[in-house]
């Protein structure tokens, strides 16, 4: 199983960027699929989730109306679509994938792949 974000870049507040999770070894109708972020010094956080075998999508608050989750089941590769971005969205985005159905959609307990991550710098 393996797992790699691509995407993640230097923007100013306001900005947009769209980060990828190209996956493979693991099929979307049995893993979904889940976004998180760690900032220096911060706990691990949750931003979105998807799940393509429940048809369901969840965001945390700080992030929810500003960015959108996606997947491309063809391709095995989801999106994560960054708008209006402020500084403190700046992290180390992570992708992971965990076997459906998950019970905590943006805790880190269930999921068992990980990326390696992508940076997101936004300059304020």
């Known amino acids: 199983v393996q797992l790699v974000e691509s995407g993640g870049d230097v923007v100013q507040a306001g900005g947009s960027l769209r980060l990828s999770c190209a996956v493979s070894g693991v099929s979307f109708g049995t893993h979904d699929i889940g976004w998180f972020r760690q900032a220096p010094g911060k706990e691990r956080e949750g931003v979105a989730w998807i799940s393509e075998a429940d048809n369901l999508i969840h965001y945390a608050d700080s992030v929810k109306g500003r960015f959108r989750i996606s997947s491309d089941v063809v391709k095995n590769i989801v999106h994560l679509q960054m708008n209006t971005l402020k500084p403190e969205d700046a992290a180390v985005y992570y992708c992971?994938?965990?076997?459906?159905?998950?019970?905590?959609?943006?805790?880190?307990?269930?999921?068992?792949?990980w990326g390696q991550g992508t940076q997101v710098t936004v300059s304020s």
């Open positions: 992971a994938a965990a076997e459906a159905p998950v019970k905590n959609p943006l805790g880190s307990r269930e999921y068992k792949f």
